[in-house]
């Protein structure tokens, strides 16, 4: 499908936090297909907090670059998965067990993460305490813009 335009996901755009359009003839390498409520945690240099979630639906195939493990639950709400790998605790936990020789060759394991214990509070408790964090992060927001002006 070489004139398909898909929204690629990938690590280089991930600062826009939009995905990239792109026409199938531009895709060079394995992909694989995402969705809306997916949760993206970038496997490379872990040590950098990177974790994206699909927020929205498109009428383009939804694909991202295989740097990024693809976390989808019926039991977790997305912007709570989302919030959680931010985490500290789970920051060095994902830092502590990496494969590489060091510094910006270092990878997350797929198989290492897929065994690690997410908590699953009562799905209203997930959505209660992803609105917390959000309602914080935007009064954060608010107080630097104002400090800035």
């Known amino acids: 499908m070489p004139g398909q335009l898909f929204d690629l996901y ?8 939009l995905p990239e359009k792109t026409h199938g003839s531009e895709i060079g390498s394995a ?4 969705k809306k409520g997916d949760v993206l945690l970038c496997k490379i240099n ?3 907090n990177r974790v994206w979630e699909i927020t929205k639906d498109s009428n383009n195939i939804q694909i991202a670059s295989s740097e990024w493990i693809v ?9 709570f998965l989302k919030w959680y790998f931010n985490s500290p605790k789970f920051r ?4 502590s067990q990496v494969s590489g020789v060091g510094g910006s060759l270092t990878r997350a394991q797929p198989a290492i ?3 690690y214990l997410v908590p ?6 997930q959505k209660r305490i992803s ?8 009064s954060l927001d608010s107080i630097n813009l104002s400090l800035t002006n």
């Open 120 to 125: 699953i509070p009562p799905m209203e408790e």
């Open 113 to 115: 993460v897929k065994s």
């Open 131 to 138: 609105s917390a964090i959000e309602l914080w992060f935007k």
């Open 31 to 34: 992909k694989q297909v995402v």
């Open 92 to 95: 060095t936990l994902l830092s």
């Open 46 to 48: 872990p040590h950098l």
């Open 10 to 17: 990938s690590v280089p755009i991930f600062s826009t936090m």
């Open 71 to 79: 976390v989808r639950s019926e039991f977790h709400h997305p912007p």
